[in-house]
């Protein structure tokens, strides 16, 4: 049985693309849900999950954190804490990503049934040809794990090149709105629904070691920031700006 771990991003989707180009097998594909991606996320997996289809292939399986509806937003509002990257552990991917999926699978009868027979699922992670040093060796009862984009030394360009070949566009990028990984103009380019969330979210949070989503500084100076800059060039419409125009 052969499974890929779809993140949303360029490399898994070139991943999979390049699959079906090769016609390789796939028993399932999974995109695990924090609840936290922004909306253009969302929509392109619908989008992509149709593509698949028709191509034949699985479409994508939602699996979310069992046990709960909670989202890992949810989860931070009520612990009054930021997620755990911000405080330099990475539990959250752990909690949301990882042990979702794997918990799915332990339920799955074909996975079920392969370790019965005493084999391995193959699980295909999207790691390019660029970065290497993120796939580890991995001894495990249940898994085997692969790395096509490696195999195919296809780097994060050939990955670009291939979902545009196929007609497809580029996915954005995957990650919780909220993540403290996120650069300031990519925090700054967030809708402003999310952008009160992420305040919310610092505000209620009860921090000691660190100053908010950003560990050494917070989104909420950031974004308080951005916005008193904005209102010194906030000009009245009606009034003219004086430049010189060639009129």
């Not at 991917?93 to 392969?114: C, G, Y």
């Not at 103009?185 to 505000?203: N, Y």
Request: glycine fraction near 8%.
């Amino acid at each position: 049985m052969q499974v890929v771990s779809y993140g949303a991003g360029t490399n898994s989707t070139a991943m999979l693309i390049e699959m079906v180009k090769r016609g390789e097998q796939v028993d399932l594909i999974t995109f695990a849900d924090t609840g936290g991606e922004v909306a253009e996320t969302y929509r392109y997996i619908a989008l992509f999950s149709e593509w698949l289809v028709g191509m034949g292939y699985p479409a994508i399986t939602w699996v979310k954190k069992g046990g709960s509806d909670e989202t890992l937003e949810q989860v931070c509002l009520r612990l009054k804490q930021l997620p755990s990257v911000a405080y330099g552990f990475k539990t959250c991917s752990q909690r949301f990503k990882i042990e979702p999926q794997n918990t799915f699978m332990n339920n799955h009868p074909d996975a079920l049934n392969t370790w019965k027979s005493g084999e391995k699922v193959v699980k295909c992670i999207g790691y390019d040809a660029d970065e290497p040093h993120r796939a580890k060796a991995f001894d495990d009862k249940k898994y085997l794990l692969r790395y096509p984009l490696l195999e195919w030394d296809m780097g994060r360009d050939e990955c670009i090149s291939t979902i545009k070949a196929a007609g497809l566009p580029l996915p954005g990028k995957s990650s919780c709105f909220f993540c403290p990984n996120r650069k300031a103009p990519e925090i700054l380019a967030l809708p402003e629904e999310l952008k009160l969330r992420c305040l919310d979210m610092e505000a209620n949070a009860e921090l000691t070691s660190i100053k908010g989503l950003g560990r050494r500084w917070s989104w909420t100076d950031l974004i308080r920031s951005d916005r008193a800059q904005l209102r010194l060039f906030d000009t009245p419409p009606d009034i003219p700006c004086g430049c010189y125009d060639g009129a």
